[in-house]
């Protein structure tokens, strides 16, 4: 059409591009956009020479806003130039239009109501402020970020010879060698990314962010950890003494250290009724948003000690002769627990473990908040095990971990759960992350008679380990202080929870998690899938991804642990718990690469342990 430019043909096609994974998946992101109130449009421009660091921090800031219920996506330089800007190259020209693209994109994505995070060197002055007049004529945010490390620092992280090749004539018009870069003059943050962590970056990114009122301050909300301060402990002490006193079971001081180290965060106490019901009926604490929480914590006392008790202000916890805590502002409310446990088992057999334990307790239950007096030891040779989740984060950040995936479990691990975690931490590796690490967490309150105890699974954890089955440099092994309640999909809610509390943004789900067979009918009480099911639609768990627990057998022919193939049924053997208790109770081996040597001796020696004490 006559006044119209004519459309360019004669554009260079970019080919030294290489297309970024994001780590946030379609049906990740899907299941938050909308979860909390507010329009949170904006544009985060991140600046920098190519090797500063723009694409790692984007995608980094993308999956901790997504993990945190905040709509974002990142739109990197390379991915673009995949597609809507492949006809561009990179003269003056090229880059002018493919920086005006990504303003018009990026706005539309904005007024979506996504943080819209762009990633691109962006070399001039002029075309940063037309995207910022672009953003600013729709009335969106517009945060301009540069990511500043010297030249040095970004040809020695040149992870795709692009400087080499710049210096070498290759590539002709490369920013920093015979391109200029210009430097923003007033951005609204500077990352020096040769200095900071990743993690630090997006600790300054979140912060301008809540500074203008993108992101509510409650996503930075810390662990919540109920130990009495140290300079306040004599006089709590001293208080304890002169409180009336409840006695309380082993059981209720393994969830009193659940409560004081903050696995159970936001709870400041055994719960109150109006928290019991919230659970009970809605697997979530509904007063603070939308939090998962799908197992009662609750502290059951007797007939006697309510009437003793109802109306104290405060009451001190005893156990094995100890003040161990306070607990204010106590509520007693009916233990109402036949419902208790149809709701929270999906079962009333009273021949449940669990369950006769609840229908043996109180007929009251007393919550308030809670004041523990000092880190909770068991002196059992294990406690360094016992990290707490603010102990795991900073593990995890001397670690510089970019990704945490967890596998909790209460039997010893054989080679086909090894197979699913090396697996995993592939799949990660795949998807860009470059420092993923397993955190390896058996459960260590209350287990049924028959499981096999703790101190020898955290043998037989060590051995695998010692082997080299699963790699001791990119592992944490630690143990989770909660009991056990073999309530299936319920209780596998509270276990997935617990750990991303702990930062863990991966979690590992197997086949009938939290489950057991009917104590009458031998029958799984629960549908083997539905944990795994329950745990992609359960709300409240957005800042973690569900990996599904792929089935592995013993293939007879590889002589080894592997992902069963249904068209290959006859070469798999499915050595079940059962045969295996048989085989270490005979002292026999399992089929070779079945479990590492050293790690069934372990599991051999406790079975013949108990041959000596019967």
Not at 120 to 141: H, M, N, Q, V, W
Not at 234 to 239: R, T
Not at 455 to 481: C, Y
Not at 516 to 536: N, Q
């Amino acid at each position: 059409m006559s006044g119209n430019k004519k459309q360019r043909t004669d554009l260079q096609r970019s080919t030294n591009v290489v297309y970024q994974a994001h780590h946030v998946s379609r049906t990740k992101r899907g299941q938050v956009v909308g979860t909390r109130a507010g329009f949170r449009g904006c544009v985060v421009w991140l600046t920098g020479l190519s090797g500063a660091g723009k694409t790692t921090i984007g995608f980094a800031l993308e999956e901790y806003l997504v993990s945190h219920a905040i709509p974002s996506y990142s739109l990197d330089g390379d991915n673009i130039r995949h597609g809507l800007n492949k006809n561009l190259g990179f003269s003056t020209m090229d880059r002018e239009e493919n920086i005006r693209r990504i303003a018009e994109v990026a706005k539309l994505f904005a007024d979506a109501g996504l943080v819209c995070i762009t990633s691109f060197i962006s070399p001039y002055t002029k075309d940063r402020d037309e995207a910022r007049k672009i953003l600013k004529a729709a009335g969106l945010p517009f945060f301009e970020v540069y990511v500043d490390a010297p030249l040095d620092v970004c040809e020695s992280r040149d992870v795709k010879g692009l400087y080499k090749k710049a210096r070498a004539g290759e590539i002709k018009g490369f920013t920093g060698i015979d391109s200029e870069y210009e430097k923003p003059e007033a951005p609204e943050l500077v990352l020096k990314t040769g200095q900071a962590t990743v993690n630090e970056c997006i600790q300054q990114l979140v912060g301008l962010l809540q500074e203008q009122s993108i992101v509510p301050t409650s996503v930075m909300e810390e662990v919540k950890e109920l130990f009495v301060p140290e300079n306040k402990l004599d006089l709590a002490q001293a208080e304890a003494k002169t409180l009336p006193t409840l006695q309380i079971t082993q059981l209720d001081m393994q969830w009193m250290q659940v409560l004081a180290e903050g696995w159970a965060t936001p709870l400041k106490g055994f719960m109150r009724e109006r928290e019991f019901l919230q659970v009970l009926h809605f697997c979530t604490l509904l007063d603070g948003g939308t939090i998962n929480l799908s197992v009662p914590i609750v502290l059951p006392v007797s007939s006697e000690n309510k009437e003793s008790l109802d109306g104290c202000a405060a009451i001190a916890l005893e156990y094995e002769g100890r003040k161990v805590a306070i607990l204010r502002n106590p509520e007693f409310y009916e233990h109402r627990k036949e419902e208790r446990c149809a709701r929270q088992w999906g079962t009333t057999c009273a021949k449940h473990p669990h369950i006769k334990m609840v229908m043996e307790s109180g007929d009251w239950l007393v919550g308030g908040d809670l004041e523990v007096m000092e880190r909770i030891k068991w002196n059992d040779g294990l406690d360094q095990y016992r990290l707490t989740p603010t102990e795991l984060k900073q593990k995890f950040k001397e670690m510089k971990a970019d990704a945490i995936f967890a596998f909790q479990l209460r039997n010893p691990v054989h080679n086909g759960h090894a197979l699913l975690m090396q697996d995993t931490k592939r799949r990660l590796l795949e998807r860009g992350y470059k420092r993923p690490v397993l955190l390896l967490h058996p459960l260590g309150g209350w287990t049924k008679d028959d499981d096999v105890p703790l101190a020898w699974r955290m043998k037989q954890h060590a051995a695998v380990l010692e082997e080299g089955v699963l790699d001791p440099n990119s592992t944490i092994v630690a143990i989770f202080p909660s009991p056990m309640m073999y309530a299936g999909p319920t209780e596998v809610q509270w276990h997935c929870r617990a750990r991303m509390i702990a930062g863990a943004n991966f979690y590992i789900v197997g086949r009938d998690p939290a489950g057991m067979p009917h104590p009458e009918t031998k029958k799984d009480i629960y549908e083997p899938t539905h944990g795994a099911k329950v745990l992609t639609m359960a709300p409240g768990l957005s800042s973690v991804e569900i990996i599904p627990f792929r089935v592995a057998a013993y293939n007879k022919a590889k002589k080894a642990m592997d992902f069963y193939d249904k068209e290959r049924h006859s070469e798999f053997d499915f050595i079940s718990g059962t045969r295996m208790r048989k085989l270490a109770r005979d002292g026999e081996y399992p089929p070779d690469g079945f479990m590492a040597p050293k790690a069934w001796k372990v599991l051999t020696e406790y079975y013949v342990s108990l041959g000596k004490e019967n």
